[in-house]
């Protein structure tokens, strides 16, 4: 099981990227999908989640309507395209999945399982 990122780098506010996540070893498809993001100092917290049992997407309140999470589950990637970025969205971000039991999101990311290596994500000027 595997899961790798790409696509952070330097961006100047309100700028746009789009971040990918490439699983193996597994089927995204039947897994809770999420986006955490860890900023320095503080608690890691969710970006973005999308259930398998109805396919709902959720989304933090500090993202909404700037980012846009999806998947292509014939290519076993996920992305997440983040428009209008603020200096706030600097973070590492991580892709992750809970485990195959699980059927809903969760907020903390004490409850996935798999993680990514995490991608820079900087907006500056």
């Known amino acids: 099981v595997q899961l790798q990122a790409s696509g952070g780098g330097l961006v100047q506010p309100g700028g746009s990227l789009r971040l990918s996540c490439k699983a193996s070893?597994?089927?995204?498809?039947?897994?809770?999908i999420a986006w955490f993001r860890q900023a320095p100092g503080k608690e890691r917290e969710m970006v973005s989640c999308?259930?398998?049992?109805?396919?709902?997407?959720s989304y933090a309140d500090s993202v909404k309507g700037r980012f846009a999470f999806s998947r292509d589950y014939a290519e076993n990637t996920m992305y997440l395209r983040m428009d209008r970025l603020k200096p706030e969205d600097t973070a590492v971000y991580y892709c992750?999945?809970?485990?195959?039991?699980?059927?809903?999101?969760?907020?903390?990311?004490?409850?996935?399982?798999?993680w990514g290596q995490g991608t820079q994500v900087t907006v500056s000027s």
């Open positions: 992750t999945t809970r485990g195959v039991e699980a059927l809903y999101c969760s907020g903390s990311w004490r409850d996935y399982d798999y």
């Open positions: 070893g597994f089927a995204l498809s039947y897994y809770v």
């Open positions: 999308i259930s398998p049992r109805d396919e709902s997407t």
